[in-house]
């Protein structure tokens, strides 16, 4: 029901900041705004943890210990995308970040389990470095 892309990871030096992105592609039917989106990452040999999400609406976020005060996500509906910045990386920000969705009429706050998302992009890395 939707296709997610990511994009924008990159090799940082730690102290910098990334915005990562994400564009969906929805079947025909159905509108971005009917999904929660979020933002999880995953190094080798490591569950995938979430990092971030966001409401259908975007108005109410939740952000994983990690990375609270750091980062910061957001949705455009009209432009079916969404984003995350991180400021303050740190070396152990590396990981592959990915974009998921989840079909959900409501997600308690805060909506951070990833067990809801079952739509899932490929991934875009990012490697911090000292």
């Known amino acids: 029901q939707v296709d997610l892309v990511e994009s924008g990871g990159a090799s940082v030096q730690a102290g910098g900041s990334l915005t990562l992105s994400c564009t969906a592609s929805t079947a025909s039917g159905y509108a971005y705004n009917r999904y929660y989106m979020g933002w999880f990452r995953q190094i080798p040999g490591k569950k995938r943890d979430m990092v971030a999400s966001?409401?259908?609406?975007?108005?109410?976020?939740a952000y994983a210990a990690s990375v609270q005060g750091r980062a910061v996500i957001a949705r455009d509906n009209a432009k079916n995308t969404l984003s995350l910045e991180i400021r303050g990386l740190k070396f152990e920000d590396t990981a592959m970040y990915f974009c998921?969705?989840?079909?959900?009429?409501?997600?308690?706050?805060?909506?951070?389990?990833?067990?809801?998302?079952?739509?899932w992009g490929r991934g875009t890395q990012v490697t911090v470095s000292s």
């Open positions: 998921a969705a989840a079909d959900l009429l409501y997600c308690p706050d805060p909506c951070l389990d990833s067990a809801l998302f079952t739509y």
């Open positions: 966001i409401s259908r609406d975007g108005g109410v976020t």
